[in-house]
């Protein structure tokens, strides 16, 4: 029934819709952030120290790939440090925004907004479906904000990058990566602003 | 015959399991692991007029 040519047809077909995604996937940072800045900033001086602390547990890669049965074929890591890549594109964020960043405390008002951020995680996983799979990136950030004044406040961050797609390639693990960051960014912006607004003493010249 | 049944079984079954989270979080839970404002343990001196 079974003839040698029909079980090679059917082994080629089920390795085929296996999905077997056995290369590993290099995670790039977004090129660039939010597509429109949130205003605000006013000139007001905040310091971003670069890199954030990288506090996460699992360090050693950035996320998995998956074959077609959900089954680990390969790690994801992350393309440079993302505790230094975040830290940038949070300073050129807010700089969008019109806040004056600086990198050090040389030189900043006593007023000026110190941020250190700690990095919890960022995680890319496809979570493979029926129909489709979709790329999750989670991406948690706490930022601790003081002040030469007496400021001290801290506050978490945990965004969910999703791409939808019937194929997960390495470009689908960058995209979901990059809706992530710019999730993350916008929420840390805002709070940022709203912590500025209200303490409207923070950054500006006395 | 009951092999290529079989082996047809397996891949069928294979093909509509669907992979859950080993280390991603379930969407439901994000709102719970953000904080919905600042913990403000010290606040700033007033600026002096």
Do not use: H
Request: contains cysteine; proline residues 5%; positive net charge.
């Amino acid at each position: 029934m079974a003839t040698r040519g029909g079980w090679v047809w059917l082994a080629a077909v089920l390795s085929m819709l296996s999905g077997c995604a056995l290369t590993d996937v290099n995670l790039k940072p977004p090129s660039s952030g939010l597509k429109a800045p949130i205003p605000g900033g006013n000139q007001r001086q905040i310091v971003v120290t670069a890199p954030f602390t990288d506090s996460r547990e699992i360090k050693s890669r950035c996320g998995v790939q998956k074959g077609g049965y959900g089954n680990e074929t390969a790690v994801a890591t992350c393309q440079g440090e993302p505790a230094q890549w975040l830290a940038d594109l949070l300073a050129s964020e807010l700089r969008a925004s019109g806040f004056t960043v600086l990198t050090a405390e040389t030189g900043a008002r006593e007023s000026a907004l110190k941020l250190d951020g700690v990095l919890l995680k960022i995680f890319a996983e496809p979570v493979v479906g029926f129909w489709s799979t979709n790329v999750e990136t989670d991406m948690n950030v706490r930022l601790v904000a003081t002040s030469k004044t007496g400021l001290k406040a801290e506050r978490t961050f945990f965004v969910k990058g999703e791409l939808q797609s019937i194929i997960w390639t390495q470009g689908i693990f960058n995209d979901s990566v990059e809706n992530g960051t710019r999730d993350l960014l916008k929420k840390m912006v805002e709070a940022i602003l709203d912590l500025m607004n209200q303490y409207p003493q923070l950054g500006f010249k006395r | 015959m009951i092999r290529l049944t079989l082996l047809l079984l397996l891949g069928a079954t294979a093909l509509v399991s669907c992979s859950t989270r080993s280390v991603v979080v379930a969407p439901d839970q994000v709102p719970k692991l953000n904080d919905s404002k600042w913990t403000v343990t010290s606040e700033p001196a007033a600026r002096p007029r």
